[in-house]
């Protein structure tokens, strides 16, 4: 449904079915997502996953192949218009010879009606660094006031793409905490990153995307529970997967010349199967990691 006004029950976003080609690339294929207002949520997937062409689509910016694409229960551009959405950028748009509050002032005065720029450099958490110049400001600082001058419209919903790359540790969690203590007053945030743990420590809810598609979508415990097997490798030639397959809690069995892989919920009726049914040897029992999980869930492992 398309509406002129906002619409206070629609999803803040919502994707229905939308698919995205570039000539032969399937860059989006097939995604439905409902993203509630106010909620922290980080699209987490690889190189190449699809999320920049999503955030693209949720900015007006390019249109879907097919399906759906709202913002507030509008097109896009419509949101975009009203103010009503913004987006913190990687790179470009600063002048290093302007102070912060100087660049900030000059964004403002490109729009109607603001909120005050000591406000939004506040809730940036660059009040301090007010009179500061660009130029000296760290890549960190300067993402900062990318993020103040985002909220200079008071949008709803924010848009992040990959937003602290080439940031340190310190200035990750600066801007980070930032983000979240102005979250906290209702603001609805969608950020991409490859980061598992920038996902994990600053999303209420991770959208995990691999080759265009959702391949999983929950809180971060519960995207870490699916971490929660183990991985049993053995040596095992002419293993017999259908009957390893079969046992109940394994994942996935892998055979590579005459060993074997296995990632399996139970690894004690693993184990107990290769040993005592087969000529297993040399068996080795690991955790599977948050890291693997996601490498394994996206694809990404089976040539690891
Ligand atoms: N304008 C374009 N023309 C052709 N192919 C494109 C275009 N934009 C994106 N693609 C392709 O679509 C796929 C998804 O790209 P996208 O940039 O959305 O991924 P991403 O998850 O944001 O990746 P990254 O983390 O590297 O930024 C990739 O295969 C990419 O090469």
Redo the contacts with the bound molecule.
Sequence with gaps: MTTNTTNATAPAVRLAGVT?E??D????WGIDLALRPGEIVA?L????????????MLLGL?KPTSGTVEVLGMEPRKAIARGLVSAVMQTGGLLKDLTVRETAAYMASLFADTRPVDEVLDRAGIAGLADRKVGKCSGGEQQRLRFAMALLSDPALLLL??PTTGMDVEGRRAFWSAIRDDASSGRTVLF?T?YLEEADQYADRIVL?SQ?QVVADGTGPQIRALASGRTIRAWLPDADVAAITALGGVDHVEVRGESVTIHAKDSDTVARYLLTATPARDLEITAKGIEEAFLSLTGQGESA
């Design positions: 995205k570039f000539g690339v399937r860059a989006v699209f997937g690889p190189n190449g996953a699809g999320k920049t062409t999503n955030i693209d390019t793409d990959e991409a490859h995307i265009g």
